[in-house]
């Protein structure tokens, strides 16, 4: 089978529990991280015990996101963003697509940092599904409703794709630093923009950032690979979370500036 993407574009994010964060980001994952125009990425889910759901949107640079409509014998209804996942085996899901997508050939010197969203849980309602891509903080919002309850999580898959006749960029070779980044008292859909951001947004590796759905309530966070040193990376944060409309909300560095919580400001 090969699914099919419709006219499309789009993005993701990480854990609840951060000492989750190195079992979570192997379960999906893109089988290749920089392209280049017209190549088709490969979305890879591990084995479960488990049948669950999986939905998945494209998030693109310009920040907006759009599902990825699927036509085969995996989907729910036929045709649409939702793909059930059948217990006991790993799959491969090759993403297709129609010019003006990930998959077209790019025009110009030029590389772009995007994403494929993938919601993964055991029960899981669509979150978007019109044709017409939405922004970012918008489909953040429509997430947090949607999930509220549900066991699951978010996946954040980066990768770049390059123009046309250019190469695709070479990995930076840095060793990178690993921040477990928690959440008290912040709204469901700021965690998602923050880890947006971060993860799209930012020069650092294409790894993986998956965003836990909790039951109820706080326990909201995420681990996230960075080049930068502490100081730079909790500066970056900071300049973040004001820019999300939190500028009230202080940082706290639990040790080592690798493990920081991000709590709401006083009513």
């Known amino acids: 089978m090969r699914p099919l993407l419709f006219a499309g574009v789009i993005f993701a994010f990480f854990l609840s529990v951060p000492l989750n964060a190195g079992a ?8 290749v991280t920089e392209l280049r125009g017209g190549a088709v990425p490969r979305v890879r889910i591990a084995a479960s015990p488990h049948m669950r759901s999986a939905a998945f949107y494209a ?36 993403v297709g697509g129609t010019p003006g997508l990930f998959v077209a050939a790019r025009t110009g010197l030029k590389q772009d940092r995007e994403a494929i969203f993938v919601l993964l849980a055991e029960g899981l309602p669509a979150v978007l599904t019109a044709a017409t891509p939405i922004s970012a903080d918008v489909f953040f919002r429509q997430l947090a409703a949607v999930t509220r309850g549900q066991k699951g999580a978010l996946h954040i898959l980066p990768y ?15 060793e990178t630093v690993t ?23 930012g020069d650092g590796p294409l790894v993986p950032v998956v965003i836990n759905l909790p039951d109820a309530g706080d326990g909201f966070g995420f681990s996230h690979s960075s ?20 500028s009230g909300a202080r940082i706290v560095d639990h040790g080592a500036g690798t493990h920081l919580t991000v709590i709401a400001s006083e009513p």
């Open 24 to 31: 979570a980001e192997q379960e999906v994952r893109l089988d």
């Open 59 to 94: 998030r693109t640079a310009d920040g907006m996101v759009r599902p990825i409509h699927f036509i085969g014998r995996l989907t729910v209804d036929g045709a649409g963003p939702v793909l059930q996942i059948p217990a006991g085996e790993e799959h491969f899901i090759p």
């Open 227 to 246: 080049l930068a040193s502490e100081t730079e990376f909790r500066e970056r944060l900071e300049k973040i979370v004001k820019g999300a409309g939190l």
């Open 179 to 201: 921040f477990e980044v928690a959440f008290e008292g912040i709204a469901p859909e700021a965690v998602f923009t923050i880890a947006d951001i971060l993860t799209v947004e």
């Open 160 to 174: 770049t794709i390059a123009a046309a006749g250019l190469p695709a960029g070479i990995s930076r070779e840095e």
